[in-house]
Each structure stands twice: as C-alpha cells, then as structure tokens.
Nanobody
C-alpha cells in the first residue's frame, strides 16, 4: 500500500492560485496512476485531474481544463496540482488518490488508496 498526504490548501481570493502537493510513502509512485478529486459540501466527490504512472498522459475534468495542471515527480514521490484562475465554485476538499495502472483513470471507483484531503476555499 501507499500512504498519501495532501498539503497546500488554504484560503485564496477569486483569480488567485494555489499549488497542492500529495506526498506518497510506502511505495514508489512510478507504479501508480494518480488522481485528484474534490468534494464540496452536499455534493458528490468529482474528478478533477489525473496523470498516468509514466507521466506521459494527463486528464482533466471539464470544469478545470485550462486552469489546473497536474504533474508528478517520481523521484520525490510527489504529485502536484497547480490551481490557477480560481473561482468560488472551486471551493472543496481536494483529495489525491492512487491506482495501479487503471483503465478508467477518471473514475473514483478505480482508486483504492486515498489521502485525507486538503481544504481549498476561494472567496469572491
């Protein structure tokens, strides 16, 4: 198993930026597809972004395309999510997750390892 710990969340004004980090321990990230999901109060957990174990393919939810960027540093066992042009509707708890080379990388059911989440709050 891999243990995931997110950090980097906080309070930011609309239009601002944040960079979330997801540090992994226990196993090398080079074997894992990594995803970012978010959950706002009263809503289901939704897909935000993902990156393949090889780092050569990335995927984004429609609401964040062009604003968020996912990246991976296998040497540091860390995955990043750069959040730019933030909007109040981006407010949520953001979770990173790991899966062994999944076919359905955008589906939350594909992931069996999850972090505890980090809160992102965007004020208007």
């Amino acid at each position: 198993q891999v243990r995931l710990v997110e950090s980097g969340g906080g309070l930011v004004q609309a239009g601002g930026s944040l960079r979330l980090s997801c540090a992994a321990s226990g196993r090398t990230l080079s074997r894992y597809d990594m995803g970012w999901f978010r959950q706002a109060p009263g809503k289901e957990r939704e897909f935000v972004a993902a990156i393949r174990w090889s780092g050569d393919s990335t995927y984004y939810g429609d609401s964040v395309k062009g604003r968020f960027t996912v990246s991976k540093d296998n040497a540091k066992s860390t995955v990043y999510l750069q959040l730019n042009s933030l909007k109040p509707e981006d407010t949520a708890v953001y979770y990173c997750a790991a899966a062994i080379k999944t076919l359905r990388i955008t589906s939350r059911t594909s992931y069996d390892q999850w972090g505890q989440g980090t809160q992102v709050t965007v004020s208007s």
